[in-house]
């Protein structure tokens, strides 16, 4: 099965983590990389990997990137292996992998384990993602500040679980979550609440969600038990929140002023 999956990770300054996520991928003959013109030294670094090809493209939106990245990269295998460049595969996913015999199915589901700097965190709230699946068919659409895999045929889900390890410094995430904050809010209020999932409608809200996921990843998810790390992962997904409650409130108050 390793055979016939080619891994495409998209990168803009992964200087950080891009080195450690490729050297996890030595088993594959064609990795593709699609780079949005990175200005520090991930060209480098991935230049001294042989077994992989770059790509490069001005970003717009993750869907576009992501959908050049599988259908105009004469990538030759029927499966892909979508990656960011802060996921690390470990050696009992690779085994996984290998012996894979998907029948029927088009894609397969993996869940995370979350990491700080390293330390691998008891809990996290990092969604499951399609990460593996049949390119002929498969399409990615725009959903808040990320994107959405869609494919014609059944899901599976893998055991083995994938690590997210983004050792990029902590400067660089907040200025990223401005960003994600205002694409997500755009998200939230494009549709009538009905429409929307129960967590999304109280992130609507904007005032409950920073404060329940400040307990829910402390207490709930157990990173009180995690130390330094759990404390920092709190923090920052407490306060992602907060950047987005504040996104929405900003746009509600914007849209009630008066016109001058």
């Known amino acids: 099965m390793l055979k016939a999956i080619t891994p495409v990770i998209l990168t803009y300054n992964e200087e950080a983590n891009i080195g450690r996520t490729l050297s996890a991928l030595n088993w594959a003959d064609?990795?593709?990389?699609?780079?949005?013109?990175?200005?520090?030294?991930t060209i480098p670094i991935v230049s001294g990997f042989l077994?992989?090809?770059?790509?490069?493209?001005?970003?717009d939106k993750h869907a576009n990137q992501w959908n050049f990245a599988i259908a105009e990269t004469d990538i030759a295998t029927d499966w892909?292996?979508?990656l960011d460049a802060d996921y690390l595969l470990t050696a009992e996913f690779v085994t996984e992998l290998a012996g894979l015999a998907p029948g029927d199915c088009d894609a397969y589901s993996a869940d995370f384990i979350y990491c700080i700097k390293g330390h691998r965190l008891r809990?996290?709230?990092y969604p499951r993602a399609t990460l593996l699946f049949r390119r002929q068919g498969a399409r990615y659409v725009q959903s808040g500040h990320t994107q959405r895999l869609e494919v014609a045929g059944p899901v599976q889900r893998l055991?083995?679980?994938v690590l997210h390890d983004d050792r990029k410094s902590l400067a660089r995430w907040l200025r990223s979550?401005?960003?994600?904050?205002?694409?997500?809010?755009e998200h939230l209020l494009a549709d009538p609440p009905a429409g929307l999932r129960a967590i999304d409608r109280l992130r609507r809200m904007a005032w409950p969600a920073p404060i329940l996921m400040f307990f829910y990843a402390l207490l709930i998810k157990g990173c009180i038990l995690d130390g330094w790390p759990g404390w920092l992962y709190v923090l920052q997904r407490t306060l992602a929140e907060i950047i987005i409650a504040m996104e929405i409130v900003?746009?509600?108050l914007r849209?009630?002023?008066?016109?001058p």
């Open 255 to 259: 849209e009630d002023k008066p016109t």
């Open 123 to 125: 809990g996290g709230l």
């Open 80 to 82: 892909i292996l979508a």
């Open 51 to 59: 077994n992989v090809r770059i790509v490069q493209r001005r970003f």
């Open 30 to 41: 064609d990795i593709v990389v699609v780079d949005s013109y990175s200005t520090d030294a």
């Open 250 to 252: 900003d746009r509600s």
């Open 177 to 185: 979550q401005q960003n994600y904050a205002r694409l997500e809010a």
């Open 159 to 161: 055991s083995a679980k």
